[in-house]
């Protein structure tokens, strides 16, 4: 369990130290510099990597600081890319079943925004790929730990709570795509997704 919570620690470390760096670049004189908004870019990407990155970290040095023996060792990616295929069509069925409540309570269809639809398919064929940086470390690192002390249940809620809670800084940074959103709901959202694809990864024996 010590070697886990390293594991987090390091992972929001990283990855917030990234975000800050990235919003400092932009908040400065990146709109006059059109390069520096790609380093933003780019130091952001980092940041969102860092779970997969410091489980890549803590495998090769053995998974538990040094200590072999004491749990699981590497990373569970039995199955090929299975998890990281249909983490996008989670995101997308949950979206799309609370617009329903709202249509449904309200009488009207939430405000979409302006985004053509064609961006936002690109978008979704990116960010799959994106996304796998962090099933490595989730998914395919601290869950099978997690889940060898816990029990698979009550190691998806709280791997949920620790993975919501590392999008914190997003809700505060200018230009994020959920930044004055309400957090608790975004906790509820994140943990239920969670619990669901963590019982896809036990259906799937570990795949990511």
């Not at 860092?50 to 495998?59: E, H, Q």
């Not at 800084?169 to 994140?190: A, K």
Request: proline share 5%; aromatic share 12%.
């Amino acid at each position: 369990m010590r070697t886990l919570l390293k594991f987090f620690l390091l992972t929001y470390a990283a990855t917030w130290i990234c975000w800050a760096t990235s919003f400092a670049i932009l908040r400065g004189s990146a709109a006059a510099n059109p390069a520096l908004t790609v380093i933003a870019g780019a130091v952001l990407l980092l940041g969102v990597f860092a779970p997969g990155l410091v489980a890549l970290l803590f495998t090769e040095r053995g998974g538990t600081g040094g200590n072999a023996g004491a749990g699981p060792s590497g990373l569970q990616v039995a199955g090929g890319h299975a998890m990281v295929c249909v983490r996008p069509g989670l995101h997308t069925g949950d979206q799309t079943i609370g617009c329903v409540v709202y249509r449904v309570v309200t009488g009207a269809w939430p405000n979409f925004g302006q985004v053509p639809w064609y961006l936002m398919a690109a978008a979704i064929v990116f960010s799959t790929w994106v996304q796998a940086g962090e099933e490595i470390g989730w998914r395919g690192y601290a869950l099978p730990r997690l889940s060898e002390r816990l029990g698979l249940a009550p190691a998806s809620v709280i791997l949920g709570i620790i993975w919501a809670s590392w999008h914190l800084p997003l809700f505060f940074f200018p230009g994020s795509t959920i930044r004055g959103q309400s957090f608790p709901l975004y906790l509820l959202q994140v943990t239920a997704l969670s619990v669901a694809m963590a019982w896809l990864y036990w259906r799937t024996q570990g795949s990511l």
